[in-house]
Structures are given as structure tokens and as C-alpha cells.
């Protein structure tokens, strides 16, 4: 009986997730056709003798860490909030300048003072999230709204953090974040992913916050009536979203050893919601996966790949992306989900009418 | 009688998920009379009127119009059809002249005359008695006089059919009075008007026709000076339902235990007047009184829903504070709200996680309930309270009225609640599952758990309550107990002092 | 009333968010009023010396904040007018052509005896240049040139896009490699940086003595650039030249180069060329690791000074800046010092 509810559970759970893994079949598929070694992946060895994993499947995988991590954050401002926070890119450019401004005020740069600076970057991050929050969830404004000033001035806030236009690091951990850990021939980048993706994991595992925020997002007041804390639930999730934001910043420094204030993960906050979109949560909040957006990521990523492999120039991969996206997300939409069934419905209640007469 | 028929409803079927917002309804507008449409929330009276004006399509029934059928598919319809409605929200453009409101929409052609269009507009004001003038901007008058504008503007467009959808909350005793002389005027040109408010007293000043629904049903339809208010009161609320009334006769409900289990002293919150209120262990009461009366806002204070302003509250004897619903989840109370969509499920969860929400809640972020432990909950809830559900995974929102509430119920039972709020548990379900409900309630109190039931139905607070605390404008006005617990005391106390039509 | 509040707490928020936001250019503004306060302090106290008089000069720019280039820009600018040197500098920054408009109708009013304009747009200035020229106030425009007859200004210093691009091309072709597989990253489309950087390029690959392997904008977005040389590495074409149309791009390329083990620099197989001069992208070039940087400069200030001290005399109105191109096999410390952008 348990097993089978377990399977229910599963195949219902792959509903939401059935565009995007369709998606990403269709990409790989249509890759594989156009360019069948697109997909191999070879061991090169990198400037500093290392020998890493290197092909188009790491280039997708490894290009697609910042924008994963953003998404799992913004899965949950999405489900608690119904809203998204189109700061995250202003906010990553603010962690990562906070990252490198410390790691150059030290006299040299070694583990500790690393983790200090990813620390203080954390802190700065978060207490953004915080502002974004309190705004959201004490003021009830729009979070698009809301997160529209932060997307305004967060860029010129990194550029005072930086004191200049691109302050550079050259340290081999800082180069190691970004890139590869020596021996280790998975680009760091991906190991992150997985480990923050394991840490959310855990958190929705030993703590009821799942439930909390869904039940917020779908329905605030019911919500309220049985002892939830909204305003708290909305805020967290912000300051959650923070610590995304610090985690990609710091890994765009490292992948470049330069902050660039203007250009860190520019417009990555649309991209953070399409993969938000298309890994099937609603935008309007509630019900969420965070398996779903990450899968959104990698989506958006393989497509970027994918055109830039056809030789697409990269000012008209923006119009190609769209179209694509706009194909995924109205094929996930209600409407289309909702004919979809109900022609299935009509599908199964015919054959099992024809089925009927035959006997 | 047949003739001066100017509309007629027929067997009108509205049926929404899970509910039946209509039942076989009839209704019937004479020409030249002011008809009250009445019944307490949820009767059925708006989605009525939405048929009518063609914002909802009925599931079955016939309407016509002077004797021929009629299909009202969108309010452009019920407009051709000569229906108008002027609603309790002004819908005109305050920043036009009262001309342009009146014929705004309206003008086929593209070009228009001002001057003639304002002379037009200048005489029907005048006929129809309307303190405005045509030139005037719709801003500037009174909340009354744009009213009025908006019925003058109904009644050029040739409408037969007037409906008036509580015109008259926002507006003062003069301004109704200026109200209700423009609907006698209206009558006697013979349009047919129809009257929908919560004020008693208004519905006795200007109607001729009361037609009463309740549940979805229609009670009757009755000429106003045959319906004294107190029975009209009696039909809203519902005493004819006699096929509960033999339930509850054998269950012992008055076993109350001595301890107070609550007490609160000038409790108040923004919504809720000052009031004092005690339970005891095991003891079930009810609150009351009129839509609007401060019933569900009493409790909410109780519970801590709203913002509490003042009060001295104790629980088994100790003081405490209960500011916010988790204070008050703390202290061993429950609160099952009043609107069950809004308040109440988490639509897109699962009947399992709604089950397991409050406990949850009560348990904290840090101690979540393991899978396992929330299938075994689940499963005991909805065998106990036979929930009707496809599976415990079965999304809340799916299911019927009457399992959502159980599911609800099922909720706060499960936080093991020394005391129980139950606000309306039984609106918009099933007889059967009401039955259950009830049944749920005096078993519940019998294991010394104390309940506060909210009812529109007097007799299910009848046979369930020991003790009725009576509402009346935000105000406690009474509380009955023992002797005085029957019908006629109740609809006395509901209706109060000036309930002189007798 | 509690919502009163919140909507009062709420504008708050929202006034100093934008007060914050403004600060970038605000900062620099307190800046140089406290300067010219300052002046304006000892010339009250030193008010017998009429004769020391200082040259007003009011300068009309875009934001540091703009860009590395635009900061350099500006440092040059305040250093080279600075109260030593005679100057007394008011400063005005906005990205937006009417607000530029507005602080040069102010410097008109204020009385300077210099106008300096780097215009945020092209258009728009002729009444304002006319009043100035009423007014007796010479009038300079620097780095971007104006649409306005020729006669309301003194002179444009000015830099060639165009030729810059030539400049790194040649430089290019002076390497004689028997052959050109160029990966062409270019940067935001349209912009006069880009369309001058890619023009030079454009005719190698027009007369087939360049190949282009790819050419793609990665709009001076250092992540894009190097997704771009991931892929052409990925489907292993062969290149030998990366021309990158600035500094941070050129980075990303390299990282993509690094992380394939592709070898870089002076001596290696692939060449790779910057621009914008960065400190730190000369000290790369240094180290033999990238090949070139060419520089659009920002240092327009020296000119103009020299001009208005009469110790330069104009005989074309447009003076294209000297533009300097850096080969890593002579590049000195000395010339990171002096030109290098940055820190």
C-alpha cells in the first residue's frame, strides 16, 4: 500500500518536472543529431597540468552553476512571495566586490582570509535580502516592485565597494572557486551546485520550511490562522535567497579572478525566473520544486551552448532564446496543461467507449 | 395576476464545485413593485442576481421577460433585455459631467451634441426629481445624487428590470430617504424593481414583496405585510429545517464541568467591540446574531486572528497574552474559520499536509513531522472522520465543501485542543455531514474539550449549545440558557426591542 | 493611522534608497563643491591677492561609474585642474543629455571662463554653446564630439575608434604569422568603442587575409567572452589570434584558453590582443601572457590646459589624442605606471 503511494507520489511529482527533463531530452536529442560527438567528453590537461574534464556537456554543466544556484533561492522567494526579486544579478555584483574587496585589504590571501571574505560577502548579501524582504513582506509591496530599486543602485553600490572599474585577484583559491580544484577534474563550479543543492536538501528535510512556505504562498491568510508567521516565512526566504546570491557572486569572481561590476552576471536575474518558470513552479507562488528550476538552469544553459555551437551570433541567441522559452512556458501554462488533459480525458473515455462496444 | 408578470424565474439550478449555490429557484417581479431579495450570506441571493445579469450561466431553469423566454449570456444581454443593475460601488467616472455619465457607452454614433445630449439629460433629471444638473461633474455630488444618476442613466436605457444591490450602505438617513422617494417614483411608471440589502428596516419602509432564500433554496415569497420582521428573521436563518430537529434529542448535552477553562475581560480587538466572555471545561456555547453582528469578529478576538487591542485574558486561571493566533494555538485553542476557502484550506496541498499543518506549526521549524508519521495522522483522520477523498495526496481543493471542512476539523483535532473555536463548520455542506459536525461536537465536549459554535442555522446552535451568547451591532445583547433556549427566544433577542411590525 | 505610518516609513525607505542610489554621482559633486568651497574659503581670506587669480573651468562629464575609461578620465581631469595648477574646477556628472544641459547652463551662469563638455548625447546643444559664446565663455568638448557648427567651440579633443582599430590591426599583421585564425570577440553592438575596434578586423576578413573562426558580441561581458572561446574549443576548430575588444573579455578568452591547457602569450601559439589598457591587463601583457593592448585614451585634460595657458595653438579644431598601442615584448613598468587604467 506505501509503495504504491510512494509511486503515486512519485509519478505525481514528475508531472511538474515532465516539461523541463522533456525539454532537455529534446535539446540533447536535436544537439546529438546536428554535432554526434557534441556531447563527448574528453580529459584535457589545463595551464596548470591538471588534468580536467573539458566538452561541451562540462562547458553546459560548469556554465550553468551561478545561474542553478540563483534558482534553487529564488524557487523559494517565488513560492512564499508570488513574486521574484529581479535584484539578484545587482546583489551578486555587491557580494562578489564585498568578496574581493576583502581578500585584497589582507596582506595575502590564504584559506582563512577566503572564507572570511565569502563570509562577510554572505553577511552583506543577506542583509540586502533582508531590505528586499522587509519591503516585501512588512510593506507588502510588489516584490518586483520592491526589488526594482536594488536592481537599480546595487550595480553603483559594488562600484563604491570597488573603489574602480575591475579590481583583480590573482590567488590560486580564488582561481580554484571558479575553475578547478587541482586533482579534482570536476570543475568546481558543479561541486558547489551539488553541495548547495544537498544543503537545501537537508534543510527541507530537518526542518518543516517546505511546508511553512507553501502554505504561505498559497494562501497567506489560512496560513496566519494556524500560527504561521508570513512576515517571517517571506523574509527568510529573501535572506535564503541572499545566500544564493553571495555563493554565485563569489563563484563569478573566482571564475575570472576579476570583479566587474557592470557586467557579473548581467541580466542573470531573468534568467533566473525563466528557469524558476520553466522548471514548472507557479510564478504566483505556492507549490514549488527546487529540483524543477534547477533543471530549468540547465536548460537555459544547454539551449545558450547549443546556439552558440550553431554559430548563432550571440545578439540574435537573445531572439532564439526567446522564442524557445516562450514555446516551454505557455506549453506549461494552465490553459495549454488543462486542454492537454481534458484531450487525453476525451482520448481515454472514447477508446474505453470503443473498448466497450468491441466487447 | 399572470399579465402584469414582468419577470420570471423558473427552476434556476447553479451548481459551483462542490456546492449547490441554487436549487430549483423561482422568483417573480411584478410590474410596478419594489421586491426585497433576502437570505443571509451564502443563501444564494448574488449568485441569483449574477444570473440575472448575466455574469454566471445557470445549470438549468428558464427566465422571461414579459412572457417570453429569454438567454442571458453576458450583461450586455441582460442590458438589450432591459435588466440594469446599480450596484453598492459606484461604477460611473467621477471626473465626467453627469451628462457624459449617462450616455457615456451608450452613443452609437461617433459624433455627439453636447447640447443636445445635456438638454436630454436636463429633462430626465428633472422628471425623475434628481437634485443634479447635467453640466455638473458626477464628483461633485453626493454619494445619493450619484446614485441617483446612476439609476436615471438605467432607467433612459429602457430598463424594465431594476436591481438595486445594497444601494443604500453607504448613505445617510436623508439620503435614503431621497433614495427611496426615486424608487416609489420608478414604480409607478410600473418598473419593476429588486431590493437587496442587509437592513431590516428599510426592506418594511419601501418594499411590497419579500422573496426569502436560504441555502441555496427558496423559503417563500411573501407580501411584507404579512411577514412581521421577527419571522422574517426566523426564515433567513432557518427554523423550518425539521429534518434535523429530531437529531440531538438523545444526546445528554448538558454535562458541564464547574471549571472555567477561559475567561477574557474587556477584550477588544480592531474589529471587535469590547466584551467580556468565559467557557467552561467541556462546556459548548455559541455566539449569535445577524450577519455583521460581531459574531465571527468576537471570536477572531479570542483567538488572537486580529489585532488585539486590550483585555485581560486568562486560560485555566493564569493569565496570559494572546496577541497572535499562535499564542493562542499555544495555549490549547483552535479556531476553525468562518470562510473556508479564504481561511481555512491551503487549496493546492494535499489533504495529508493540510491535516498535518497546525501541528506542525505547533511543533516548530526545527522538529518537522516525518513522512511516515503524516501518512499515519492522515490516515486516522480520514477514517475517523470519513473524510471522502480519492487519497491522502489528493490535493484539498478537489474536494467537496463538506471534506474540506472535515479535512479542517481534522487539523485542529489533531493539535489536541483544550478549547475549540468552530466558526460556521456547517455553511455550504451537505445535511449528512452537518449531522456529522454536530454529532462531532457534543462527543468532543463530552471528552471535556470546550467549544464555541457559530451557526446561521438556530436550531443546529440549538440542539448543540448549553449556553447562547446573542449579538446585535457589535454588541452583546443578551445570553440565554436554559429555559430560554428555544426559537422564539432567540428570534426576540435577534430582532430586538424595535421589532414593532408584530 | 498605523497605515500612515507605514506609508511614511515606506517613502522614507524609498527616499534614501534613491538618495543612495544618486550617491555615485552626488559623492564625486560634494567633492568638488567642497572644493570649490574651499577656494572660494581662501579667497575670502586671501582676498588681498586679487592678481593670483584662479581660471574658472566648469566641466561637464559622464559619471566615473561609467567605466574604468571614464574614471581615468575624470582623475585626469581633476588632476590636472586642480587648484595648483591654477584651476579652480566645478564638476558636473550625468549620464543624461538634459541634465548635462542643465549644469552647463548653471556653469554659464556661475561665470566660468572654460567650458569642458564630454556630451552624453550628440544633439541638443546649440542654444546652450550660443549662450555661452555670448557669454564669452570658451567652450572644449573632449572625448565625444558634438553636432554643432564648428564656431561654438574651440577645439574637440577626440579619439579615432577607427584608427585605434587600424592601429592594433597593423600591429597584428606586423607579427607576420603565415596564417590568421582570429576569434573575434566584439563588444556591445553599436557603440563607438565596438564599431571602430571591429572595422579595422572587418577588412582582414573581407580581403582573406584574416580568416574569422568566430565573431561574436559578448557585449564587454568578461563570463560571455570566455563561453564563446569555450565553444569554438569544444568544436575543435583551430586559432591562433584572439582579438577581443577589451581588457575584461580578453580575460575571459584566457580563462577558456587556461582551463583547456591551451598555451598564450608572447612565443605561444595563440595571440592574444586587448584593449582599454588596464593596469592589470598590462602587467598580464608583462608577464608575456597576452600579446597586446591597444588604448583608447582618456587623458584629454593636458591638451586643453596647454591650449587655454597658450602654450599650444590650434590649427585643426578636431585633435585626435594620441592613441597608444603596447606590444608585451617592450612594454615597461614605466608605461603601466603612466598610462595604465586602475589600479
Not at chain 1, 214 to 236: D, E, H, M, W, Y
Not at chain 2, 49 to 55: M, P, Q, R, W
Not at chain 2, 287 to 308: M, N, Q, Y
Not at chain 3, 241 to 262: P, Q, R, S, T
Amino acid at each position: 500500500m506505501s509503495k504504491k503511494a510512494a509511486k503515486k507520489g512519485f509519478t505525481a511529482g514528475l508531472g511538474q518536472l515532465t516539461i523541463p527533463l522533456v525539454a532537455i531530452a529534446i535539446l540533447v536529442i536535436f544537439n546529438l543529431i546536428r554535432d554526434p560527438s557534441f556531447f563527448s567528453i574528453e580529459i584535457k590537461h589545463n595551464i596548470d597540468g591538471n588534468s580536467v574534464l573539458a566538452g561541451n556537456l562540462i562547458t553546459v554543466i560548469n556554465g550553468a552553476s551561478e545561474l542553478a544556484i540563483l534558482a534553487m533561492g529564488m524557487t523559494l522567494v517565488t513560492a512564499a512571495c508570488g513574486g521574484q526579486d529581479i535584484s539578484v544579478g545587482a546583489a551578486a555584483a555587491i557580494a562578489g566586490s564585498v568578496f574581493v574587496k576583502v581578500l585584497k585589504s589582507g596582506a595575502s590571501i590564504n584559506a582563512g582570509t577566503v572564507i572570511l571574505a565569502f563570509l562577510l560577502a554572505c553577511i552583506v548579501a543577506m542583509i540586502f535580502g533582508a531590505f528586499n524582504g522587509t519591503l516585501v513582506a512588512v510593506f507588502n509591496i510588489q516584490p518586483m516592485i520592491a526589488t526594482l530599486i536594488l536592481y537599480t543602485c546595487g550595480r553603483s553600490i559594488a562600484y563604491w565597494i570597488n573603489g574602480g572599474a575591475t579590481p583583480t585577484v590573482d590567488s590560486g583559491i580564488v582561481k580554484a572557486i571558479g575553475g578547478f580544484i587541482p586533482g579534482v577534474p570536476i570543475p568546481t563550479p558543479v561541486i558547489i551546485v551539488v553541495v548547495m543543492a544537498i544543503i537545501f536538501k537537508l534543510l527541507f528535510h530537518f526542518t518543516s520550511l517546505e511546508l511553512l512556505t507553501q502554505s504561505v504562498g498559497i494562501n497567506g491568510s489560512a496560513a496566519r490562522l494556524n500560527g504561521i508567521n508570513p512576515t517571517f516565512i517571506k523574509l527568510l526566504s529573501f535572506i535564503i535567497l541572499g545566500v544564493c546570491v553571495s555563493v554565485a557572486g563569489c563563484i563569478g569572481v573566482g571564475r575570472l579572478g576579476l570583479i566587474n561590476h557592470e557586467t557579473l552576471l548581467l541580466d542573470v536575474e531573468m534568467d533566473t525566473i525563466l528557469a524558476v518558470a520553466i522548471g514548472g513552479n507557479n510564478l504566483g507562488g505556492g507549490k514549488f520544486k527546487i529540483l524543477g528550476s534547477i533543471i530549468g538552469a540547465y536548460v537555459i544553459q544547454t539551449l545558450t551552448i547549443t546556439l552558440y555551437a550553431m554559430n548563432v551570433s550571440s545578439t540574435d541567441v537573445k531572439a532564439y532564446k526567446a522564442i524557445v522559452i516562450i514555446l516551454l512556458v505557455v506549453i506549461g501554462s494552465p490553459v495549454v496543461k488543462k486542454k492537454f488533459e481534458k484531450f487525453m480525458a476525451g482520448r481515454a473515455s472514447k477508446k474505453a467507449a470503443s473498448e466497450a462496444k468491441g466487447a | 395576476m399572470q399579465e402584469e408578470s414582468l419577470l420570471q424565474m423558473r427552476h434556476i439550478m447553479k451548481r459551483f464545485p462542490g456546492v449547490l449555490a441554487l436549487n430549483n429557484v423561482d422568483f417573480t417581479l411584478r410590474k410596478g413593485e419594489i421586491h426585497a431579495l433576502m437570505g443571509e450570506n451564502g443563501a444564494g441571493k448574488s449568485t441569483l442576481i449574477k444570473i440575472l445579469t448575466g455574469v454566471y450561466q445557470m445549470d438549468g431553469g428558464e427566465i422571461k421577460v414579459e412572457g417570453e423566454n429569454v438567454t442571458i449570456r453576458s450583461p450586455q444581454d441582460a442590458q438589450k433585455g432591459g435588466i440594469s443593475t446599480v450596484y453598492q460601488e459606484i461604477t460611473l467616472c467621477p471626473n465626467l459631467t453627469v451628462a457624459e455619465n449617462m450616455f457615456i457607452g451608450r452613443d452609437e454614433k461617433l459624433w455627439v451634441r453636447n447640447k443636445e445630449r445635456e438638454k436630454k439629460a436636463d429633462e430626465i433629471l428633472t422628471s425623475l426629481g434628481i437634485p443634479a444638473r447635467a453640466r455638473q461633474q458626477l464628483g461633485d455630488c453626493s454619494l445619493a445624487v450619484q446614485q441617483m444618476v446612476a439609476i436615471a442613466r438605467a432607467v433612459d436605457m429602457k430598463c424594465k428590470v431594476l436591481i438595486l444591490d445594497e444601494p443604500t450602505s453607504s448613505l445617510d438617513d436623508k439620503e435614503v430617504n431621497m433614495l427611496f422617494d426615486l424608487m416609489r417614483d420608478l414604480k409607478s411608471k410600473g418598473v419593476g424593481i429588486i431590493f437587496v440589502t442587509h437592513f431590516l428596516e428599510q426592506v418594511y419602509a419601501v418594499c411590497d414583496r419579500i422573496t426569502v432564500l436560504r441555502n441555496g433554496e427558496l423559503v417563500g415569497e411573501y407580501l411584507v405585510e404579512d411577514l412581521p420582521q421577527v419571522q422574517l428573521v426566523a426564515k433567513m436563518i432557518g427554523k423550518e429545517l425539521d429534518e434535523l430537529s429530531s437529531m440531538g434529542e438523545g444526546v445528554e448535552k448538558k454535562t458541564v464541568n464547574n471549571e472555567v477553562f477561559y475567561e477574557a475581560k474587556g477584550l477588544s480587538s480592531s474589529d471587535a467591540l469590547s466584551f467580556d466572555f468565559s467557557i467552561r471545561k467541556g462546556e459548548v456555547n455559541g455566539f449569535t446574531g445577524l450577519l455583521g453582528s460581531g459574531r465571527s469578529e468576537s471570536v477572531r478576538a479570542i483567538f488572537g486572528a486580529d489585532k488585539v487591542n486590550s483585555g485581560e485574558v486568562k486560560v485555566n486561571g493564569q493569565q496570559v497574552k494572546i496577541t497572535k493566533p499562535i499564542d493562542a494555538m499555544k495555549h490549547g485553542i483552535g479556531y476553525l474559520a468562518e470562510d473556508r476557502k479564504r481561511d481555512g484550506i491551503i487549496a493546492d496541498l494535499s489533504v495529508r499536509e493540510n491535516i498535518i499543518l497546525a501541528l506542525q506549526v505547533l511543533n516548530g521549524v526545527f522538529k518537522p513531522i516525518s513522512r511516515s508519521e503524516q501518512e499515519a495522522f492522515a490516515d486516522e483522520y480520514i477514517k475517523a472522520l470519513n473524510i471522502k477523498t480519492a487519497s491522502r495526496e489528493t490535493p484539498i481543493g478537489s474536494l467537496s465543501g463538506g471534506n474540506q471542512q472535515k479535512v479542517i476539523l481534522a487539523r485542529w483535532l489533531l493539535t489536541h485542543p483544550d478549547y475549540l473555536i468552530l466558526d460556521e463548520p456547517t455553511r455550504g455542506i451537505d445535511v449528512g455531514t452537518k449531522l456529522e459536525i454536530q454529532k462531532l461536537v457534543l462527543k468532543l465536549a463530552e471528552e471535556g474539550v470546550s467549544v464555541t459554535f457559530i451557526s446561521s442555522e438556530v436550531e443546529e446552535m440549538l440542539r448543540t449549545c448549553s449556553r447562547l451568547i446573542v449579538m446585535r451591532d457589535r454588541h452583546i445583547v443578551g445570553e440565554l440558557k436554559g429555559a430560554d433556549l428555544n426559537q422564539a427566544q432567540v428570534m426576540k433577542t435577534i430582532a430586538g426591542g424595535e421589532s414593532g411590525h408584530e | 493611522m498605523k497605515k500612515r505610518f507605514n506609508v511614511l516609513l515606506l517613502a522614507a525607505i524609498l527616499v534614501l534608497s534613491f538618495a543612495l542610489s544618486a550617491c555615485s554621482s552626488s559623492s564625486s559633486d560634494n567633492k568638488s563643491t567642497e572644493a570649490t568651497k574651499g577656494t572660494e574659503a581662501t579667497k575670502s581670506t586671501e582676498a588681498p591677492k586679487p592678481a593670483d587669480k584662479l581660471i574658472k573651468v566648469g566641466v561637464v562629464n559622464n559619471p566615473p561609474s561609467e567605466s574604468g575609461y571614464r574614471e581615468a578620465n575624470v582623475k585626469d581631469m581633476e588632476a590636472v585642474f586642480s587648484k595648483d595648477n591654477g584651476y579652480e574646477l566645478k564638476t558636473a556628472y550625468s549620464l543624461k543629455n538634459d541634465e548635462q544641459l542643465q549644469a552647463a547652463q548653471g556653469f554659464i551662469t556661475d561665470g566660468v571662463e572654460y567650458l569642458l563638455i564630454s556630451a552624453a548625447e550628440t544633439t541638443g546643444w546649440d542654444e546652450v554653446l550660443k549662450k555661452a559664446k555670448e557669454a564669452g565663455i570658451k567652450v572644449y568638448l573632449f572625448d565625444r564630439m558634438i553636432d554643432v557648427s564648428e564656431d561654438l567651440y574651440e577645439a574637440a579633443v577626440v579619439s579615432d575608434m577607427a584608427k585605434e582599430g587600424d592601429t592594433a590591426v597593423q600591429w597584428l599583421l606586423d607579427q607576420k604569422l603565415d596564417e590568421y585564425n582570429v576569434i573575434h570577440i566584439q563588444g556591445a553592438m553599436g557603440s563607438d568603442a565596438q564599431i571602430g575596434r571591429t572595422g579595422a578586423l572587418d577588412k582582414q576578413f573581407e580581403s582573406g587575409k584574416m580568416n574569422k573562426v568566430v565573431q561574436q558580441t559578448a557585449t564587454w561581458d568578461e563570463a560571455e567572452a570566455k563561453k564563446i572561446v569555450e565553444t569554438v574549443i569544444n568544436s575543435g576548430k583551430d586559432f591562433n589570434v584572439i582579438y577581443a575588444e577589451n581588457d575584461g573579455m580578453a580575460k575571459g578568452a584566457v580563462a577558456a584558453l587556461d582551463e583547456a591547457g591551451i598555451k598564450h602569450g608572447v612565443g605561444e601559439k595563440v595571440i592574444v590582443m586587448g584593449f582599454d589598457c588596464n593596469k592589470w591587463a598590462l602587467r598580464e601583457l608583462l608577464a608575456q601572457k597576452w600579446n597586446y593592448d591597444g588604448q583608447c585614451s582618456p587623458f584629454q585634460a593636458q591638451i586643453i590646459s596647454d591650449i587655454i595657458q597658450g602654450k599650444k595653438t590650434v590649427t585643426d579644431k578636431k585633435i585626435i589624442n594620441e592613441e597608444k598601442g603596447f606590444d608585451a615584448k617592450t612594454l615597461t613598468q614605466a608605461d603601466i605606471d603612466t598610462y595604465g587604467l586602475g589600479e
